[in-house]
């Protein structure tokens, strides 16, 4: 065992429940459509409904949260992009010019960034939480990301992020350069998963830049080759934004939220909260498949199968967002389709 | 050449543009995010954008039409439900309880059924538009669904539906008890695809259904061997569902409307028009994969990878309205996301 005695998680409930699946599942049968015609949106209705404990969804005050964060690993020239554009996006995000905006603003959900730990002072901003833990980890290539205590520090600070936000549905984003590193890292020593094969192109890597960041990869698993558990994987390979998002995760699965799941580096945080807590799955709803090479073998870890698979691999949470309509067709279809009965239609021949 | 003079097609421009297509290619990779990072959506951006010839995406008045038929071969025990599930489920949807009506509401679309051939009289209601070719088509079996005059007259009636709405933005669904199998055979007779290929459960066939449906669908191919030419295929083995919705695309494609296509039988009406008129396939945005067997076949014929993936076999074009907000998205993003420029954010990094 190493030292998290000061980790706190939050309880989780599991959401099974036989006799509300059983009834959930009837409801959704004797809609006017052949079973199981609604594919994934029924699966997803029942995921909805266990979560909620309601045959009745509904969803308060939706929240995207964003979590920003620099990377020591980027002195290595493992990103396609130079590390100052962390802190440019936060300011683009608090401008409103970001992806994420764009969608947030056409889905209805309040947008907050937080400083997990930009590289940078960050001038106060209504919609920016300051939780900066330290200004970028270190080089993973040198040394532990961060120390046990910051890892557990960023942890409780992604809780108490989410503890403090209204409603009963929240998606997580991110935003910081070099994070894919990390995020691969992290899959590697999590799941047993070759190297070669979780190491993507990031922002756009070409042949020459991708076996340099697997080179730089390679040799910063091996400096933490003895490390195995979650905590203290996190500490020495994972980054902050990361951290604090599966701090959030926990904690909002804690709470019966809804969580939506982004993209790869979305995923390694969920990655981690199960590994720490394995029920907290029942409260994620993994909302897209990236382009990023690995993600969907971090999926099939996860036993997850995302709702959309739009070739994007962008992060922000823009993954979560643009699947959000689906949820709310599952929670529509499930209030306002006719039964066979109401409807007078006819039912499957009998055989 | 088959006597197909009657037919009027109407002229659908190509979408082509080089000027307009490196400007807006130039607008979506100025965007804040690397370059290709919203993957579909951007090449759903250049796609709608041509078809408005326009940087500045406008959807107007989205209408969502269901075209509703019934099918002579469901005598033969093709469908897992009875035929008069038709002519209830277009009460269903006239009464607002079916699933299109759930996702039409939710986004926005006004809704209208037409009755292309439904086997039984419909009273009159302000959703409702009677086109009725024939109380359903002639069974394949022992004949042509439908003569070349049917055929023509559906095809026409498809045009002038679309013709009528108001508003750039059509998407087209179908409900019509047995209507997997005319679908399957013009994929097999147009694609020349091995019918046991193309054939699937429908709404819910068991195994032993399933042999039942193939070797009644093979002896239906059999009896119309000699027929090739698009027109006389469709006559020899379609629906009028599936022949209106082929003219409808048609229309709205001379029209430059933009066309959401939802599943298997809309992709067999797509798979028709464009056999009729190649470019029309350049106003098709193919919105869901079915799972319906066959599917991605007909997909892989068009060249044409849809939106979503959400392993869904409902038609009424769910499919379709599912996929909307993704449109929405693509037009958000280019209308309001910063650029590089006006946002003060760095490029990627030369090399």
């Not at 992806?99 to 930009?118: K, M, P, T």
């Not at 992290?186 to 340099?212: F, I, K, Y």
């Not at 995302?306 to 993954?319: A, F, K, V």
């Amino acid at each position: 065992m190493t030292d998290n005695t000061s980790l706190l998680l939050p309880p989780i409930e599991p959401t099974a429940d036989p006799v509300l699946a059983a009834r959930l599942q009837q409801r959704i049968d004797n809609k006017t459509k052949p079973p199981g015609a609604l594919g994934r949106l029924e699966t997803l209705a029942l995921q909805l409904g266990l979560i909620q404990r309601s045959e009745a969804l509904a969803f308060d005050a939706p929240q995207m949260v964003v979590f920003a964060a620099d990377h020591g690993i980027a002195a290595e020239g493992v990103s396609a992009f130079p590390q100052a554009v962390t802190l440019q996006m936060v300011g683009n995000m608090l401008a409103g010019g970001a992806a994420i905006n764009v969608f947030a603003r056409q889905h209805g959900f309040a947008l907050q960034v937080v400083d997990a730990g930009v590289a940078a002072d960050l001038a106060a901003h209504p919609q920016l939480l300051q939780r900066k833990i330290a200004p970028g980890t270190a080089n993973i290539c040198e040394g532990p990301a961060m120390s046990m205590a910051q890892a557990v520090q960023a942890l409780h600070a992604g809780m108490a992020v989410v503890k403090d936000l209204p409603g009963n549905v929240v998606a997580f984003g991110e935003m910081g350069i070099a994070n894919t590193s990390p995020a691969a890292l992290l899959l590697a020593r999590l799941s047993g998963l070759p190297l070669a094969d979780v190491v993507g192109r990031g922002t756009g890597l070409d042949d020459v830049q991708l076996a340099h960041k697997q080179a730089v990869l390679t040799r910063a698993l091996a400096r933490h080759a003895e490390v195995q558990e979650p905590l203290a994987v996190l500490a020495a390979l994972g980054g902050f934004e990361i951290a604090m998002m599966s701090g959030a995760m926990l904690q909002a699965a804690s709470e019966r939220r809804v969580v939506l799941v982004d993209g790869f580096i979305a995923g390694a945080a969920a990655l981690l909260a199960c590994a720490l807590q394995p029920v907290t799955k029942d409260y994620l709803v993994f909302c897209h498949r990236s382009a990023e090479r690995g993600h969907h073998l971090l999926l099939a870890q996860l036993q997850a199968t995302p709702l959309l698979d739009l070739d994007m691999r962008l992060g922000e949470g823009t993954g979560a967002l643009l699947a959000w309509p689906l949820l709310q067709s599952a929670s529509l279809f499930l209030a306002e389709m006719a039964s066979f009965d109401s409807a007078g239609v006819s039912g499957k021949t009998e055989t």
